[in-house]
């Protein structure tokens, strides 16, 4: 970088640390404009990387809302972004919803997690939306998501906005976005934003003044009490049946996040015993001690709820992710390794369970919905009772809009299974009825483990695995994905490709999205395609394999070669 590059780049980051209306950022900068103009050299390199990387683009409005790192600069979660965020979001509010001539102005509900500067964001947005003529009202404290999609509904909410960064790092924050009341009135009311709306917001807060030009009111909007929590809990525990089996030992972990009290109070209400709450994961910490990554899917995220399992002889883990929209599962397991073994099943194997639990006691017609990258079980189940499966993007955003919907899922272990009370993934409903499933089971002398063999002879032995890479570089991701585009695999798995399809064309009356999906002459299905929110290329793996006469247990094991092979040779063909 040159002289006059350097320059530019220092007055860029001391023009935005003077809008900044947060003096804990602004010292952030001024050490690093200090250790870029001086100190030794590898100090200063390490600045101006640094710098390069706040300034060289701004975080991305989008259909996931906000998501990123928690810092001070345009490519970093903080206040200023933040404020600028809402001053879109109002912008397009009292656009879409006029709040002149006596009309009601935008209704907007705020929640917020115990993610560090949460509870800051949710106040600046409260602020910023009560100046800019929106009438905001703030959840009581630290909250799941799940509680903040209810609320949007229930108080009949044009909008609603979640500080939250879900299963991130520590390190990060994010802002997810919700409409409903009087912008959105169609089969998505309640859900989170997709294109147009993305869109329009974004050109809003582009064109929204400096942070520290927004107006913002410094009281004005609504603290609600406990009873949009309580109307939550009476909610989802209607779903469970009062008069089915309760008997299950239940040991719960949030994950230091926000779920294990109102997950604890929901098992109890519905009828369970009290479940035991992991000590040393229960206290909400934005600093999630005990584990590498806050996301149950992650190898040893379960380990403290497992070993404490293992302990007390119970029948039932569930984890929820730091917001409690995700929701894992957990079984004893006799086939596996020791007497006290513990299984926890992929999101694709509580999705089918949860779908033909759910199609079985329905008595009409009923919708049930699926992400492409999920398995291909959950459509086979639907059409042998004789109802309708419909497949989407990847999202809630999409899944929780599909006319008519009764359930849907996607294999990264999100559950809607009451799209009236929450129109969005929710780990703690979706647990109270894989409890209420397994709790049913165990009074037959059966277990979950069971109900996935009896699938799996009925509709095959649907196996999926699938695995990331990640990357520093995001542009990384479009070289891997060219490299298949230009020369795409012929043989997958020892199979022959039968059909592939680039998803960016729109595929099956689908939008179009970036990512490549190939079926095999065996039935393997793979999708290759970008996270939607962390810096990694994921794969999805799938095989299909015959049960018929032989123990389920062999085909399993078939099963798992099969995907060892399908990986081995989409793994060559990244050059990995």
């Given amino acids: ?149 209810f609320a949007v509904r229930h108080l009949g909410a044009d909008a609603g906005v979640m500080v939250t960064a879900s299963h991130n790092p520590p390190q990060d924050n994010g802002y997810k976005v919700y409409l409903g009341g009087r912008v959105d009135d169609g089969p998505g009311q309640g859900a989170q934003i997709v294109p147009p709306a993305d869109a329009q917001i974004a050109a809003q807060i582009a064109a929204a003044p400096a942070a520290i030009d927004v107006p913002m009111a410094t009281h004005g909007w609504t603290v609600l009490g406990e009873d949009v929590v309580e109307a939550y809990l009476a909610a989802v525990v209607g779903l469970v049946d009062p008069d089915a089996p309760h008997d299950l030992q239940i040991v719960v972990t949030p994950l230091h996040g926000v779920g294990g009290e109102t997950a604890v109070r929901a098992f109890s209400r519905a009828g369970f015993p009290v479940p035991h709450l992991v000590s040393e994961q229960a206290t909400p910490d934005p600093a999630f001690p005990t584990v590498a990554f806050p996301n149950p899917e992650e190898a040893g995220a379960m380990d403290l709820a497992l070993a404490s399992a293992r302990a007390r002889g119970a029948d039932l883990v569930i984890a929820n992710d730091p917001d409690a929209d995700r929701c894992a599962v957990a079984v004893p397991d006799p086939d596996g390794d020791g007497a006290r073994a513990w299984r926890a099943l992929r999101g694709d194997e509580v999705g089918a369970l949860l779908g033909d639990y759910l199609l079985a006691r329905a008595s009409v017609p009923t919708v049930v919905a699926s992400s492409i990258v999920s398995s291909q079980l959950l459509a086979r189940i639907t059409k042998a009772r004789g109802h309708r499966h419909v497949e989407t993007l990847t999202g809630f955003k999409w899944l929780s809009r599909v006319p008519g919907l009764r359930y849907a899922y996607e294999e990264a272990l999100g559950y809607c299974v009451a799209p009236d009370v929450v129109r969005d993934k929710d780990g703690i409903s979706a647990a109270l009825l894989v409890a209420e499933l397994a709790a049913g089971l165990k009074a037959q002398g059966r277990t979950l483990l069971d109900a996935l063999d009896d699938l799996a002879v009925e509709h095959g032995l649907h196996a999926t695995g699938q695995f990331s890479v990640r990357v520093d570089d995001l542009s990384q991701i479009g070289v891997m994905v060219d490299r298949l585009r230009a020369a795409p695999p012929t043989r997958l798995g020892g199979s022959a490709i039968l059909t592939y399809a680039d998803l960016s064309h729109g595929v099956d009356g689908l939008p179009p999205t970036e990512g490549l999906r190939y079926r095999t002459e065996s039935g393997a299905r793979v999708i290759v395609r970008p996270s939607g929110t962390e810096p990694k290329l994921k794969v999805y793996l799938e095989v299909v394999v015959g049960v018929g006469a032989r123990p389920v247990r062999e085909a399993r094991a078939e099963a798992a070669g099969a995907l060892a092979a399908l990986e081995r040779d989409v793994r060559t063909s990244l050059g990995q």
């Fill in 1 to 149: 970088m040159d002289d006059a590059e350097l320059a530019d780049l220092v007055g860029r980051a001391a023009a935005w640390r003077d809008s900044d209306p947060e003096p804990r950022t602004r010292r952030e900068l001024d050490r690093l404009i200090a250790q870029a103009a001086g100190g030794d050299r590898a100090g200063r390199e390490r600045a101006v990387a640094d710098l390069e990387d706040r300034f060289s683009a701004e975080l991305t409005f989008g259909t996931a809302g906000l998501r990123g790192a928690l810092g001070a600069g345009p490519n970093r979660m903080n206040r200023a972004v933040v404020i600028r965020a809402a001053a879109g979001l109002g912008a397009f509010l009292l656009g879409a919803v006029p709040g002149d001539a006596g009309d009601v102005p935008p209704l907007v509900v705020v929640g917020y997690d115990a993610r560090t500067d949460s509870d800051v964001f949710a106040r600046d947005t409260c602020a910023v939306l009560t100046a800019a003529g929106c009438t905001a009202v703030l959840l009581p404290r630290f909250l799941p998501t799940p509680v903040l999609a």
